[in-house]
């Protein structure tokens, strides 16, 4: 078995690699600090299953979950993530994740994931299954988001926590111009007309 770590913190990529060692039968552990890092190892190795972090410095963890299902549809990805809302799982598994933890996950857990997944299998971690039964039970008029793009769920959250459209335009790397035109979209799908109003349902619906 073959795996790649992709995450921007040298000591979280150390401590998976450790867990992992653990696993009998791998052969290669690959390790990445960036989106673009990690592509460019699926284009010089097969990896069997990817540790991808959903937040990273050059791009979104799902944009590059997205990418690696497009060109490697085999390579297996678990997606690792300090959210633990299913609002982030349910867009991951949409896009061909094949399991979503949180990093405050056990080891033995990670190792579960990781055997489950490599057998062909799915894996989300027990509290992501209780948000995602509670999402399902919500009523669906109260869930506006989901209509969103990821692209604007992304800059959503953003303005939500009070970020001005240059220092959202810094963090995704396009133009000022181009937040206001999300913005502008975000809010006629959201219904609504002032960022108070989106930290407002963002607070309700545990997006923060």
Known sequence: MKILICDDHKIVRDGLRQILHQ?????????????????????????????????LPDKNGLEVLQTVKTKWPSTNVLMLSMHPQEQYA???????????LT???????????????????????????????????????????EMLSFREFEIMVRIANGKS????????????????????????????????ELTKYCIENDLL
Do not use: P, W
Request: charged share 25%.
């Open 23 to 55: 696993l009998q039968g791998v052969t290669l552990i690959g390790e990445a600090g960036d989106g673009n890092e990690a592509l460019n190892h699926l284009k010089k190795n097969i990896f069997d299953i990817v540790l991808l972090d959903i937040s």
């Open 90 to 100: 349910i867009r991951a598994l949409k896009l061909g994740a094949s399991g979503y």
């Open 103 to 145: 990093k405050d996950t056990a080891s033995e857990e990670l190792l579960l994931a990781v055997k489950r997944i490599s057998s062909g299998g799915k894996y989300i971690s027990q509290s992501i299954a209780e948000n995602l039964a509670n999402h399902l039970d919500k009523d669906a008029s109260r869930l506006k988001h």
């Open 165 to 196: 459209l240059h220092e959202i335009g810094n963090e995704l790397c396009i133009s000022e111009k181009t937040v206001s035109t999300y913005r502008s979209r975000i809010m006629e799908k959201m219904e609504m007309n002032r960022n108070t």
